[in-house]
């Protein structure tokens, strides 16, 4: 069954400094997304991308977050300087149609110290 | 606005009893509604999901759901737990087929005793 890729499973950074999570949704998809969790809280959406472009984003995602696909395969979501309050699992998901539901990856864990 | 509400962050069933998670939902709009299963070190599998045809839905791993209007509820059963259900189980929402953002739940620990 297709996946969604993400790597690395988990990062560990220090506060300040950059971080790029990659993902490779699934092939047909047209749909990507970034969504989060930290630790014992809901799953939080974070934004959503289709036709080169971000179509919906949340508060949560300020000037300190950027998406991008760069090439055919690859959806990636950069932190541009690292805060304790990101450390969170952080998952894509990809989708055929706005109608379905969404295929999930296994999540990267982002850990700031 | 969506929003979802999830009754009891931890539920515990013996193997072979009736599961039953709860979700309640608020939408301004005819939802669509999705439950999601998480395993340990694992993302978010869909299980089943609801978009305005069928109201009682079924889904992976003997799942279903049914979809109440009137009750605002798509609470997820299955006749007979198994040990391998034990997960952490999401109920999400969305504002039907537009290309809208999921609104989770915080999710029900599901335990299975042997």
């Known amino acids: 069954e297709p996946e969604v890729t993400q790597t690395p499973s988990h990062q560990v950074t220090q506060m300040g400094q950059e971080v790029i999570l990659r993902c490779v949704p699934i092939?047909?998809?047209?749909?990507f997304y970034w969504y989060r969790q930290i630790l014992g809280q809901k799953v939080e959406f974070l934004v959503s991308?289709?036709?080169?472009?971000?179509?919906?984003k949340s508060e949560i995602f300020d000037d300190q977050f950027s998406v991008e696909r760069p090439d055919g395969s690859n959806f990636t979501l950069k932190i541009r300087s690292t805060k304790l309050e990101d450390s969170a699992m952080y998952f894509c998901?990809?989708?055929?149609?706005?109608?379905?539901?969404?295929?999930f990856g296994s999540g990267t864990r982002l850990t700031v110290v | 606005a969506q929003s979802v509400t999830q009754l009891g962050s931890h539920v515990s069933v013996s193997e072979g009893a009736l599961v039953l998670l709860r979700c309640n939902y608020s939408?301004?709009?005819?939802?669509?509604l999705f439950w999601y299963v998480q395993y340990p070190n694992q993302g978010l599998q869909l299980l089943l999901k609801?978009?305005?045809?069928?109201?009682l839905v079924k889904g992976i791993n003997g799942f279903e759901a049914e979809f109440k209007k009137s009750e605002t509820s798509f609470h997820l059963t299955k006749p007979s737990a198994h040990m391998s259900d034990a997960a952490e189980y999401f109920c999400?929402?969305?504002?039907?087929?537009?290309?809208?953002?999921?609104?989770f739940g915080r999710g029900t620990q599901l335990t299975v005793w042997p």
């Open positions: 998901a990809s989708s055929e149609a706005a109608a379905h539901g969404y295929t």
């Open positions: 092939s047909n998809h047209l749909y």
């Open positions: 991308f289709y036709n080169n472009e971000i179509s919906e």
């Open positions: 939408s301004s709009v005819p939802p669509y």
């Open positions: 609801y978009t305005s045809a069928a109201t």
């Open positions: 999400a929402v969305k504002r039907g087929s537009t290309l809208g953002r999921l609104y």
